[in-house]
């Protein structure tokens, strides 16, 4: 990597943020798919395993490819959002794209896209936006790779979503729950259907336990597109889970086997199932309930999980960990993670959440684990104020304060923590915030003098 490909990289970025951000989003799947067929259909090149849901499914997806990789095939994984920098969405082989690659690809959609953007405009429509053209560049620079499969997650929803361009070998719902609600719908069977659109003809269907409501939304899709379907708790398990140094033993009856005690490196019962999960999403990529996974395949697929972001120790002395629960579903998560599978009495709970997001929600659902509320905002136009979090802590008879920026609150915490070796830090609420937490964390090297 050169000082020019970082730089090719970075123009890539910026000509991306001038366009309509990522939020904005409208149901019109159509305006990727006119540039991908002026690419020729790139993302018709690979196997893919489309995956969707509420929570837990970059988790999932990330486990996924880490499994369909040991079947030595080369892999590409999309996801969103990035937590450092942009090329982590695109993933070729478990490794961010090359900077080059990505200005390479860029250089190859870049007049369609002026054209488009052309028919857009005379059609009285918007021009491509942030999120539509982040989808057309993975695509091309996948194909470009090449890959065998891409492990695909949904930027919102499903139907509508600009990945739902490509065609699914496999359909994945994690969990879900209501999110989104102003562009999804606001009950859990209505944000299924919009989910559901990602199921196609003939494809293989699998999800993590779902509310009444959604399995019958995701049970009536599959039946209409004549694809098969299975549930976790019905048509496969996590069986065991128990913990274990940096993470846990699982032991998984999957569509085409049981897997007994195999090493998970991820903190959380929640990790567990979404390990489950993807087993069962690969079991029906390479073969359904007739093929399993080989042994040490299984293995070394999941030995090389990892889910930035999530659960992620970032800090000792004193512990700090890094988790992207932005809604009450994974907030609920991160506690009985925390309750489950650390030992410590109290935790500082450093907590910044975007304004579209349920604060009040997530508060209450950190409320059984924290002792004290350092409110701080993710850097973005569309974080909530710090003393709104902090106002929402206290209603909740929290202690807390506030703090105009990560560093002063993630100083104060550690700060707090140090005073007792029963205290612990985790700092959550919002992908973004993450992301700065690991840059922050790594710069002031919390983790200094340890070896992992």
Same mark, same amino acid.
């Given at each position: 990597m050169t000082d020019r490909d970082i730089a090719r990289a970075d123009a890539v970025y910026a000509a991306l943020l001038e366009r309509q951000g990522e939020r904005w989003v409208q149901p019109r799947v159509e305006r990727t798919r006119r540039v991908l067929e002026l690419l020729d259909d790139p993302q018709k090149t690979y196997r893919?395993?489309?995956?969707?849901?509420?929570?837990?499914?970059?988790?999932?997806?990330?486990? !996924?490819?880490?499994?369909?990789?040991?079947?030595?095939?080369?892999?590409?994984?999309?996801?969103?959002p990035h937590l450092e920098r942009f090329t982590e969405r695109i993933m070729v082989d478990g490794e961010p794209i090359a900077d080059a690659a990505v200005a390479d690809a860029w250089e190859e959609i870049e007049p369609?896209?002026?054209?488009?953007?052309?028919?857009?405009? /005379?059609?009285?429509?918007?021009?491509?936006?942030? *999120?539509?053209?982040?989808?057309? %560049?993975?695509?091309?620079? *996948?194909?470009?790779?090449?890959?065998?499969?891409?492990?695909?997650?949904?930027?919102?929803?499903?139907?509508?979503?600009?990945?739902?361009?490509?065609?699914?070998?496999? $359909?994945? *719902?994690?969990?879900?729950?209501i999110d989104h609600a102003d562009r999804l719908?606001?009950?859990?069977?209505?944000? $299924?259907?919009?989910?559901?659109?990602? !199921?196609?003809?003939?494809?293989?269907?699998?999800?993590?336990?779902?509310? /009444?409501?959604?399995?019958?939304? %995701?049970?009536?899709?599959?039946?209409?597109?004549?694809?098969? !379907?299975?549930?976790?708790?019905?048509d496969f398990a996590l069986a065991r889970q128990s913990l274990a140094v940096g993470g846990q033993l699982i032991t998984v009856r999957g569509l085409a086997g049981t897997y007994e005690d195999e090493y998970l490196p991820l903190y959380g019962g929640h990790q567990g199932f979404n390990a489950a999960l993807a087993i069962a999403a690969v079991e029906a990529l390479i073969g359904g309930a007739s093929r399993g996974i080989a042994g040490?395949?299984?293995?070394?697929? %999941?030995?090389?999980?990892?889910?930035p972001g999530r659960l992620q120790l970032v800090?000792?002395?004193?512990?700090? %960990?890094?988790? $992207?629960?932005?809604?009450?579903?994974?907030?609920?998560?991160?506690?009985?993670?925390?309750?489950?599978? *650390?030992?410590?009495?109290?935790?500082?709970?450093?907590?910044?959440?975007?304004?579209?997001?349920d604060a009040a929600g997530i508060v209450d659902a950190l409320a059984p684990v924290a002792a004290h509320v350092f409110a701080t905002s993710p850097e973005s136009d569309r974080a909530e104020t710090a003393d709104r979090i902090a106002d929402l802590a206290e209603a909740s008879a929290l202690p807390a304060t506030v703090h105009h920026d990560l560093g002063q609150?993630?100083?104060? &915490?550690?700060?707090? &923590? $140090?005073?007792?070796?029963?205290?612990?830090?985790v700092i959550a609420g919002s992908v973004i915030l993450a992301g700065q937490a690991l840059t922050l964390a790594d710069a002031e090297e919390w983790k200094s003098g340890w070896d992992a």
């Open positions: 893919v395993v489309h995956v969707t849901g509420t929570n837990g499914k970059t988790s999932t997806s990330r486990i !996924i490819e880490s499994l369909v990789r040991a079947h030595g095939l080369r892999t590409g994984l999309f996801t969103s369609f896209v002026g054209l488009v953007d052309a028919e857009l405009a /005379a059609a009285g429509d918007a021009p491509l936006t942030f *999120f539509e053209l982040l989808t057309v %560049l993975a695509f091309v620079a *996948f194909a470009d790779a090449p890959i065998d499969v891409l492990v695909l997650e949904v930027g919102m929803g499903g139907s509508w979503d600009s990945t739902n361009t490509a065609d699914g070998d496999v $359909a994945v *719902f994690a969990p879900i729950d719908g606001d009950t859990i069977a209505e944000i $299924a259907t919009v989910k559901a659109g990602i !199921i196609k003809d003939g494809a293989a269907v699998v999800s993590a336990r779902q509310d /009444a409501s959604a399995e019958a939304v %995701l049970r009536e899709a599959a039946a209409a597109r004549g694809a098969t !379907i299975a549930f976790e708790g019905q040490d395949v299984l293995t070394e697929g %999941l030995a090389q999980a990892t889910a800090g000792v002395a004193p512990t700090v %960990l890094v988790d $992207a629960a932005h809604n009450p579903h994974g907030a609920r998560a991160l506690v009985a993670a925390l309750q489950e599978s *650390f030992d410590f009495d109290e935790w500082g709970i450093v907590l910044g959440v975007f304004a579209d997001k609150a993630a100083e104060a &915490a550690r700060a707090w &923590a $140090a005073e007792s070796d029963r205290r612990a830090v």
